[in-house]
């Protein structure tokens, strides 16, 4: 899988998967269910890299003491929105506002999508942001997005 960044915008911003053949019914439910996951992961504040406490200690994990830093005024690093995944052809997209999250949230969907490439959906290549000649964008910000408030989607 070819992986390639544009124009990023992280309030506005547009990722693209281009797979080698259209994707079945299958192959889309793989990929939409990768990304809800990530973005619920990114919704609850996962993807916070001031608090990567594990990580910090390394291999040895035994008896490592955790400290709940939830006291913490640090800046939240929370996902907004989402937009529903759409498909064109051999092209598949989907909008996302990634809020404060921090860059550690693209690593993990990119780390995840070169193992679903390789066990269940052949991805050509991943644009994160920008536009996509094949494929335009009317507006700036996909229109059916996530609402925490009302748990569902909305228009």
């Not at 990530?38 to 406490?53: C, H, R, V």
């Not at 955790?66 to 989402?82: E, G, K, R």
């Amino acid at each position: 899988m070819q992986i390639e960044f544009r124009e990023f915008d992280p309030f506005d911003l547009w990722i693209w998967l281009e797979f080698n053949t259209v994707p079945s019914p299958r192959e889309k439910e793989y990929v939409e269910e990768l990304f809800n996951s990530w973005f619920f992961l990114g919704k609850l504040g996962g993807f916070d890299a001031e608090n990567l406490q594990v990580q910090e200690v390394g291999v040895d994990l035994s008896y490592m003491e955790y400290v709940d830093h939830s006291a913490d005024i640090n800046l939240v690093a929370f996902m907004h929105n989402q937009g529903d995944f759409e498909y064109l052809g051999t092209w598949g997209r989907c909008w996302f506002d990634l809020g404060t999250s921090d860059a550690i949230a693209l690593d993990v969907l990119i780390n995840s999508l070169k193992r679903l490439t390789l066990e269940y959906v052949e991805i050509k290549r991943l644009l994160i942001g920008g536009q996509n000649e094949d494929w335009p964008v009317e507006g700036s910000q996909q229109p059916n997005l996530y609402d925490s408030e009302q748990n569902g989607r909305v228009n």
